[in-house]
């Protein structure tokens, strides 16, 4: 039987994805704000479809609305891994990284009970000490990597990437990768950010947006019978009305299609029993 899954994943950054870039006035600390406005907004759409997903929060973002987090969990999502802060880790020491590491769990721990399955690094961009640092902490999955789209598959370690020589290939680990695109991903095409030079236009139509989407999950569809699909959306992002209602079509659509409903960790365990790894 085919079976074709959708993960809808949340990564509630409120304000600190801007304060990490340096944004800490009052106007950027107000749009990150907003997320916790529009999250009840999404967790009524979420119960409306019957859908559990997955929030990625900083242990910041914890800390500042503790109750809107409780909300979260109250709704039977999954809460994972994203960071302390919303620095990427690729610009953190080793040291920093790991503390960081720690305290989000202790953070998660406090409000869930239980440590944290999944890591997803902030602004999709890991250090060459992450996956060593997520097999010493026991997660089960992350999911920051691009390496294939509708299928998981085990991370490796100990690569040796050069400019002038091939690409060596370390050797897959047990962590195991819940692949995600910047094409799947609400930031890019809706977020217009001016930061320093540089400019990122967004502010796409949202049509177009929900027709990409939604083509992505009938390729999957038309080309293998089994496969996961991960969308990634923040809050403050997809809350504006006119992404709420394309958020709504997505899920009507993908719900006509066919799509069950998982989250990142149930996807992660499903596939950890289909391929079994091997060292
Ligand atoms: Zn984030």
């Not at 038309?222 to 504006?240: A, F, K, M, N, S």
Request: some cysteine; hydrophobic content about 35%; proline content about 6%.
């Amino acid at each position: 039987m085919n079976r074709h899954y959708a993960c809808i994943t949340f990564d509630f950054d409120a304000m600190s994805g801007l304060v990490a870039r340096g944004l800490t006035t009052p106007t950027p600390v107000s749009r990150g704000e907003f997320g916790a406005v529009a999250l009840p907004r999404i967790l009524d759409l979420l119960k409306r479809y019957d859908i559990k997903a997955s929030f990625f929060i900083p242990g910041v973002v914890i800390g500042t609305y503790p109750r809107e987090c409780e909300q979260i969990l109250a709704y039977g999502h999954e809460i994972g891994h994203h960071g302390w802060t919303h620095v990427p880790p690729a610009n953190l020491t080793p040291e920093q990284e790991e503390d960081g590491l720690i305290r989000g769990i202790e953070k998660i721990r406090e409000l869930t009970g239980a440590a944290p399955r999944g890591y997803r690094s902030p602004s999709w961009d890991l250090s060459t000490y992450t996956v060593e640092l997520l097999l010493r902490h026991g997660f089960l999955y992350e999911s920051s990597m691009m390496g294939n789209d509708h299928e998981p598959y085990r991370v490796r370690q100990g690569d040796v990437v050069s400019v002038d020589e091939p690409m060596q290939f370390g050797k897959p680990t047990p962590l195991i990768e819940l692949p995600i695109s910047w094409t799947l991903d609400d930031f890019p095409h809706f977020e217009y950010l001016r930061v320093g030079q540089s400019l990122a236009p967004g502010l796409q139509n949202a049509s177009g947006v929900l027709e990409n989407w939604v083509n992505d999950f009938e390729y999957m569809r038309q080309t293998c019978d089994w496969g996961i699909l991960t969308y990634t959306c923040h809050p403050y992002v997809i809350g504006r009305g006119h992404r709420m209602i394309m958020l709504d079509k997505l899920l009507k659509s993908l719900q006509e299609k066919g799509a069950q409903f998982i989250t990142l960790e149930q996807a992660a365990r499903m596939y950890d029993e289909r391929s079994l790894f091997h060292a």
